[in-house]
């Protein structure tokens, strides 16, 4: 595969998902101009609930270890048919779907509905923005037209803009605009046509390899969990996630596996660059204790002082590494068929 080899690339990603993962930051900056219609009343929300799947989900995911210690009221994400119970009248609720059709967060979104929560809906369309529509609930329209979980900040950055505009939380103004410079400055530096990107040399020794994300922190939970997701859904292969310090309370035992096996996997550590020391030390006595097995080890560390920086960035460089993996495996980036036809055959049969 030669990756400076622009019609060679062409052919093996037709949709251009290398495109529209470089495209993060100026989606960033657009998803956190996009009006609410009808806007939000001013409310004072005793809880936050993200409802949403998959690349549509993790923007609730996202906004969890975001607003982590700046909300004062617990914020929660939900992948569920179910809305939580503590959910009610005083719950201010996000159902997030990038299609407007996924058949789980409609459900917990009628569940919100029902029981008085005021709701806000993030979506392209379907049956979630008609439903928003027909109940009068203010409703964040984003752009059509790309993979869900290529649309991560349509799905995510409303969230912060409309808590922000709503008095629910500070702005976020000053962190959009670090981290959409931030990316834009990852997005070069890793593009394929500079001479070496370090994506492109870590998806390389990825191959007949199973990655391991591991996030620093808590905080980089969701990024570790993009990571995989992404290396699921555009490169076409298994992956796993975890995250310090909770994984040095089981799953650290379980690198006594066979030696064949740690021989497969390759551990990826996403470190944050504002992580505690405490965390540091641990991650450098796993590192030591366990990782040594591994068939290899990588560090990404995040950039940029703010949180969604922070965030953000190793996102960007696990987006990229996904989409470099998916073209030295020959699949392409874009079609996740398997996703498709699951729904397909779910919508065949009666829901009982
Ligand atoms: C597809 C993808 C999936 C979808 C999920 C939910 O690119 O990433 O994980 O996001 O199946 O569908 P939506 O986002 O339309 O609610």
Redesign the pocket.
């Given at each position: 595969m030669n990756f400076s080899d622009a019609s060679q690339v062409r052919r093996r990603d037709p949709s251009g998902m290398l495109d529209l993962i470089r495209r993060l930051p100026d989606m960033c900056a657009e998803a956190w101009r996009l009006p609410v219609e009808p806007p939000l009343p001013a409310v004072r929300p005793t809880n936050i609930v993200a409802l949403?799947?998959?690349?549509?989900?993790i923007g609730g995911d996202l906004l969890r270890a975001v607003l982590y210690d700046d909300a004062s009221v617990p914020v929660v994400a939900v992948k569920d048919y179910r809305a939580p119970g503590f959910l009610g009248p005083t719950s201010l609720v996000f159902a997030?779907?990038?299609?407007?059709?996924?058949e789980e967060?409609l459900a917990a979104y009628d569940q919100a509905a029902g029981r008085g929560a005021t709701c806000v809906v993030v979506?392209s369309g379907?049956d979630l923005l008609r439903a928003a529509r027909d109940r009068g609930h203010p409703a964040v329209v984003v752009p059509q037209g790309v993979?869900?979980?290529?649309?991560l900040a349509y799905?995510f950055i409303p969230m912060l803009a409309v808590l922000g505009r709503a008095g629910v939380i500070r702005s976020f103004e000053t962190d959009v605009r670090e981290a959409v410079a931030i990316l834009k400055e990852i997005a070069r530096r890793l593009s394929p046509d500079t001479a070496s990107s370090p994506a492109r040399r870590l998806a390389e020794q990825l191959q007949g390899r199973i990655p391991v994300i591991y996030s620093s922190s808590p905080f980089l939970e969701p990024a570790a969990q993009r990571w995989k997701?992404q290396f699921n859904?555009n490169a076409k292969t298994f992956a796993v996630w975890n995250t310090f310090p909770e994984l040095n309370h089981n799953e650290t035992v379980g690198w006594g596996m066979d030696e064949t096996l740690a021989r497969t996997i390759h551990a990826i550590i996403l470190r944050d660059r504002a992580e505690p020391t405490r965390l540091a030390q641990r991650v450098s006595i796993t590192k030591d204790l366990a990782f040594q097995r591994a068939a290899g080890v990588d560090e990404i560390k995040s950039e940029g002082e703010g949180k969604l920086a922070r965030l953000l960035s190793p996102i960007m460089v696990g987006d990229m590494t996904s989409w470099y993996l998916a073209l030295l495996r020959g699949v392409d980036p874009t079609p996740?068929p398997v996703?498709e036809e699951l729904?397909k055959r779910l919508a065949e049969m009666e829901a009982v």
């Amino acid at each position: 595969m030669n990756f400076s080899d622009a019609s060679q690339v062409r052919r093996r990603d037709p949709s251009g998902m290398l495109d529209l993962i470089r495209r993060l930051p100026d989606m960033c900056a657009e998803a956190w101009r996009l009006p609410v219609e009808p806007p939000l009343p001013a409310v004072r929300p005793t809880n936050i609930v993200a409802l949403g799947m998959g690349g549509s989900g993790i923007g609730g995911d996202l906004l969890r270890a975001v607003l982590y210690d700046d909300a004062s009221v617990p914020v929660v994400a939900v992948k569920d048919y179910r809305a939580p119970g503590f959910l009610g009248p005083t719950s201010l609720v996000f159902a997030c779907s990038y299609s407007g059709n996924t058949e789980e967060t409609l459900a917990a979104y009628d569940q919100a509905a029902g029981r008085g929560a005021t709701c806000v809906v993030v979506t392209s369309g379907g049956d979630l923005l008609r439903a928003a529509r027909d109940r009068g609930h203010p409703a964040v329209v984003v752009p059509q037209g790309v993979p869900p979980r290529a649309a991560l900040a349509y799905l995510f950055i409303p969230m912060l803009a409309v808590l922000g505009r709503a008095g629910v939380i500070r702005s976020f103004e000053t962190d959009v605009r670090e981290a959409v410079a931030i990316l834009k400055e990852i997005a070069r530096r890793l593009s394929p046509d500079t001479a070496s990107s370090p994506a492109r040399r870590l998806a390389e020794q990825l191959q007949g390899r199973i990655p391991v994300i591991y996030s620093s922190s808590p905080f980089l939970e969701p990024a570790a969990q993009r990571w995989k997701d992404q290396f699921n859904e555009n490169a076409k292969t298994f992956a796993v996630w975890n995250t310090f310090p909770e994984l040095n309370h089981n799953e650290t035992v379980g690198w006594g596996m066979d030696e064949t096996l740690a021989r497969t996997i390759h551990a990826i550590i996403l470190r944050d660059r504002a992580e505690p020391t405490r965390l540091a030390q641990r991650v450098s006595i796993t590192k030591d204790l366990a990782f040594q097995r591994a068939a290899g080890v990588d560090e990404i560390k995040s950039e940029g002082e703010g949180k969604l920086a922070r965030l953000l960035s190793p996102i960007m460089v696990g987006d990229m590494t996904s989409w470099y993996l998916a073209l030295l495996r020959g699949v392409d980036p874009t079609p996740v068929p398997v996703i498709e036809e699951l729904k397909k055959r779910l919508a065949e049969m009666e829901a009982v």
